[in-house]
């Protein structure tokens, strides 16, 4: 019987997708063939996911293998009751790398204090504005995956004083590191900027809410290229206001896009970016994608597989 890989992603995608998959497919000399209509669900050994493809009811296809997710985030499928094989989820180089430029962006932005001058036109010399040195600024990492501990080593690379917060305990070079309740609250009451990249999951969802924000530094800043459930709007909203927090740079969203009738729009401490932090790329994604059903069709295992009890 010959073996397909469905590509189940939006029509849009296709375009981009199918000749890189094809050429790894081809490049990696593997013998199945890449559809995007399967004869028959039987014939379908591999699916490549994105929610805005068709296929979310995987019940039929008897003889599926894995699904491999074309996202790093797989909280739209990890609870899906007709999923029966591995998920694997997207550890790309090419996404890791865009995400290291836009969090290292991001935080020193906010670390050379750039919107007060680039923004200037008052007259004034804001001579008292000169930015301190990276090493007596306290950044946090909540997250310390594929993507948190690569940003982290950029961070690294110019002097920043690192804490970190993950679910189980790490031990990183040169990075302060903390788990559970008590550590959140230290590393958000030492950060001075705080970039989310944990997973969204039902341990995750609100994470920054009325609670924990109390225990913000007065003025921290956010940078949020998790997921937007990550935090409680309304809570991020008064913390704003009363100056808890002094801005937020936010990707993701509950929603998106964004709605234009969203308060997060009128707000001038808040910077919203159309979830393009970092995009799954073709041309180095779809090697692993790849490299990985070869893996298991030669009877060995699958990378990155995700644990659907932990939800990431
Ligand atoms: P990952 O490798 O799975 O790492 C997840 C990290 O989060 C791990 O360190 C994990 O802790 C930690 N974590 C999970 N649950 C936690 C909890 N309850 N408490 C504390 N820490 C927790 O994920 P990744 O590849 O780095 O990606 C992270 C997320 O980034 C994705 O899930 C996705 O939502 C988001 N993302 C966004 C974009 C964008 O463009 N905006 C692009 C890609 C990904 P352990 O180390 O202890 O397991
Ligand atoms: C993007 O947000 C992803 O999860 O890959």
Same mark, same amino acid.
């Given at each position: ?119 200037? !036109? ?6 008292? %504005?000169?930015?301190? &040195? =990276?090493?007596?600024?306290? $950044?946090?990492? *909540? ?32 990075? !302060? ?6 550590? %959140?609250?230290?590393? &958000? =009451?030492?950060?001075?900027? $705080?970039?989310? *990249? ?115």
């Amino acid at each position: 019987m010959p073996r397909n890989i469905l590509f189940s992603a939006h029509q849009k995608r296709h375009r981009t997708w199918l000749p890189g998959l094809g050429k790894e497919l081809s490049r990696q000399n593997i013998e199945a063939e890449l559809v995007v209509e399967p004869p028959d669900k039987d014939s379908v050994h591999y699916i490549i996911h994105a929610p805005d493809g068709p296929v979310s009811d995987f019940s039929g296809f008897r003889n599926l293998q894995a699904v491999l997710s074309l996202w790093a985030g797989v909280e739209e499928i990890v609870g899906n009751p007709t999923l029966k094989v591995p998920l694997v989820r997207m550890v790309d180089p090419g996404m890791v790398e865009g995400m290291v430029e836009w969090v290292t962006a991001q935080v020193l932005r906010y670390h050379i204090g750039m919107d007060a001058h680039i923004r200037n !036109r008052s007259g004034q010399w804001l001579k008292h %504005l000169s930015p301190p &040195l =990276a090493r007596h600024r306290v $950044v946090g990492m *909540l997250g310390l995956g594929s993507l948190g501990q690569a940003c982290l080593r950029s961070l690294a690379s110019l002097n920043f004083q690192l804490l970190g917060w993950s679910r189980t305990p790490k031990s990183l070079p040169c990075i !302060r590191t903390y788990c559970g309740e008590a550590g %959140l609250r230290k590393v &958000l =009451a030492e950060a001075d900027i $705080v970039v989310l *990249l944990v997973p969204l999951t039902p341990a995750t969802t609100n994470l920054f809410n009325r609670k924990s924000l109390a225990f913000a530094k007065p003025g921290l800043s956010i940078i949020n290229s998790g997921r937007g459930a990550l935090i409680d709007d309304d809570a991020l909203l008064d913390a704003l206001d009363c100056g808890r927090i002094s801005h937020a740079t936010l990707d993701v969203f509950r929603i998106e896009p964004l709605p234009p009738e969203h308060p997060f729009w009128a707000n001038e401490r808040i910077s919203i970016w159309p979830h393009i932090a970092s995009e799954t790329r073709v041309e180095t994604a779809a090697r692993i994608l790849v490299r990985n059903i070869a893996r298991h069709m030669n009877g060995g295992t699958l990378e990155n597989v995700v644990n659907i009890q932990r939800g990431y």
